[in-house]
């Protein structure tokens, strides 16, 4: 469905995208994660024929993003960081004006906004002007606008930033309900964490307009880091002489604590403990952390994803938007 | 199938519905030129029918050329907010956009003129109806020309609103002034009236004052059209370039 090579763009100096292949396969549900900055939009507005590339070459549902713009266009749907409505305009007349620039005619165009506006719970505010909308019904309304023509592929950039938690649920709900039922690609870019973790099953970590991980999320935890196992002693002897027992798995001992990294740590765990009960020696707690994306992150570029920005963490935004 | 034409209806007829669901705004920005006619008419000097003949249609060509050039205004807010990139990204054909937008800013222009028109009958003011059909036409193929250069305009501005604002204000009164719209330029110095002759709203107004009089077929008529189809063409390849570049 996608599928580029080196694509690259450059502003003035800075490389915004700095040589990506990528390859989407029809009905994959793909993240770009990455900090602000890191190239995600940019790639995304190429993509989407926005801005023409500097260099390198990317095919859309088939068609070149610079020689049939129209064609790859008509295919897909965009949802864009702003809101898709015009505040000027009520929100039934821009779902028609936005399905009749599809091609779709004026009847078609109506039943399909009302099927929209129905499914995505918009019946009370569709007659309103856009801009006395609150912030989540807007959100709405653009998605129902990004889905007007049933595009095969979908692109949304930053859909929940901005949002409150309980519409950031509701969001991904749509999003997965519309993948389910119609078998739609969806590729969105997002810097929150447990979103890309929670709903994509494939995630590409993009860091300075490169790519620098791709895989499923529990890949890329298992991969590049691990689960934590911390078991904790009542003696520093006994610490370190548990971590003796186990040397085997690889821990070190800090303390009255032995701290393992390994893959599938919940089903290790029992068999350690029996090992450690054999020895005589008593564990007195017990944890196991499995990692985060953002430990993902760190690992490979050494930096943190929640340093970089204000709303950069999975934890919900100051600036909160009511239904 | 779409084409340029329903293509451009499409952006049309959205730009143009916020209007008609409100059409207070329309009514106040059809006033502006009845208070200019109003102040400015009864200074002209002689023949007050005569001066009406003379200073009508350049009135017109002036609240046309503020409107096509405030085409721009309307974007900079949607560039901001977003919905100018989802049209871009919807496969509507490029001059289309700036088609659809320009024309709905002369619809407001052309009710603007019959107003001004029906306001200056009882004055003794006279006009031939196919003749100022035909100027309407130049008119139009003028603005779609100066829109497209605003929305160009805009898309430089996005992020400096006053670049806009002062860029439009700034080239406005001197192509106005040099067009003959207010005074005459037979009487001015040789260097002005060798810049009037650069500036393609001179010849829009030269052949409005002849249309509207109905002297429709003189040279007039033909370098009025071909100034208003340079200035479409220019608009629209200058305003298209933009959009494919613009980040």
């Not at chain 2, 006053?162 to 002034?177: A, D, E, G, N």
Request: charged share 20%; glycine share 10%; hydrophobic share 45%.
């Amino acid at each position: 469905m996608i599928e580029t090579q080196r694509l690259t763009k450059h502003f003035k100096d800075v490389r915004a995208v700095d040589g990506i292949d990528l390859t989407v396969a029809r009905g994959e549900l793909v993240a770009l994660l990455g900090p602000n900055g890191a190239g995600k939009s940019t790639t995304l507005r190429m993509l989407t024929t926005l801005i023409p590339p500097t260099s390198g070459t990317a095919s859309v549902a088939g068609f070149d993003v610079v020689r049939q713009q129209r064609e790859v266009r008509q295919r897909i749907g965009y949802i864009g960081q702003g809101n898709g409505a015009g505040h000027s305009q009520r929100g039934r007349d821009e779902l028609l004006s936005q399905g009749r620039a599809y091609g779709m005619g004026l009847r078609q165009a109506r039943t399909r906004a009302a099927e929209l506006i129905d499914s995505l719970g918009l019946g009370d505010v569709a007659d309103r002007t856009v801009s006395t909308l609150s912030g989540g019904q807007r959100r709405r309304l653009d998605i129902a606008m990004g889905l007007i023509h049933a595009p095969e592929l979908l692109f949304l950039d930053e859909p929940s930033t901005g949002l409150d938690p309980q519409n950031r649920a509701n969001l991904q709900e749509h999003i997965l309900r519309l993948r389910a039922e119609h078998d739609t690609t969806i590729v969105l870019t997002t810097h929150y964490l447990d979103e890309a973790d929670s709903m994509a099953e494939r995630v590409i970590v993009v860091d300075h307009g490169r790519v620098i991980a791709d895989d499923s999320p529990a890949r890329l935890k298992a991969e590049h880091v691990g689960d934590t196992i911390r078991l904790g002693f009542d003696t520093e002897h006994a610490a370190a002489g548990a971590a003796t027992v186990l040397s085997g798995r690889g821990g070190s001992a800090y303390g009255k604590e032995l701290t393992i990294r390994t893959e599938s740590g919940p089903r290790q765990v029992p068999g350690m403990l029996e090992d450690l009960r054999s020895a005589g020696l008593p564990v007195a707690s017990v944890e196991v952390t499995r990692p985060t994306l953002d430990d993902v992150f760190l690992t490979l570029t050494g930096r943190s994803l929640r340093e970089g920005g204000s709303k950069t963490d999975g934890t919900p935004v100051p600036e909160l938007v009511e239904v | 199938m779409t084409s340029l034409v329903t293509d451009t209806r499409t952006v049309f007829s959205r730009e143009l519905r916020p209007t008609l669901r409100s059409p207070f705004t329309m009514i106040i920005a059809m006033v502006q030129p009845l208070v200019f006619l109003g102040l400015f008419a009864p200074l002209l000097p002689g023949d007050r029918s005569a001066a009406l003949q003379w200073f009508v249609p350049g009135i017109i060509v002036m609240s046309c050329l503020f409107s096509a050039s405030m085409t721009g205004s309307n974007l900079l807010f949607e560039i901001q907010t977003g919905s100018h990139e989802r049209m871009l990204v919807t496969p509507l054909r490029r001059p289309a956009l700036l088609i659809g937008r320009a024309l709905k800013e002369i619809v407001p222009m052309v009710a603007q003129a019959a107003l001004i028109v029906l306001v200056c009958l009882p004055f003794g003011y006279r006009f031939h109806l196919g003749g100022a059909l035909l100027g309407l036409v130049v008119m139009a193929g003028f603005s779609i020309g100066v829109g497209a250069l605003s929305y160009t305009l805009a898309l430089a501005s996005k992020n400096q609103e006053w670049l806009f604002w002062t860029v439009q204000q700034t080239v406005l009164f001197p192509i106005l002034l040099l067009a003959g719209v207010l005074l005459p330029l037979d009487g001015g110095p040789g260097w002005l009236r060798t810049l009037a002759a650069w500036n393609p709203l001179r010849y829009v107004v030269d052949a409005e004052r002849a249309l509207f009089d109905g002297d429709i077929w003189q040279a007039t008529t033909v370098t009025g059209l071909v100034a208003a189809a340079g200035v479409a063409a220019f608009g629209l390849f200058v305003g298209v370039r933009a959009m494919r570049t613009s980040t």
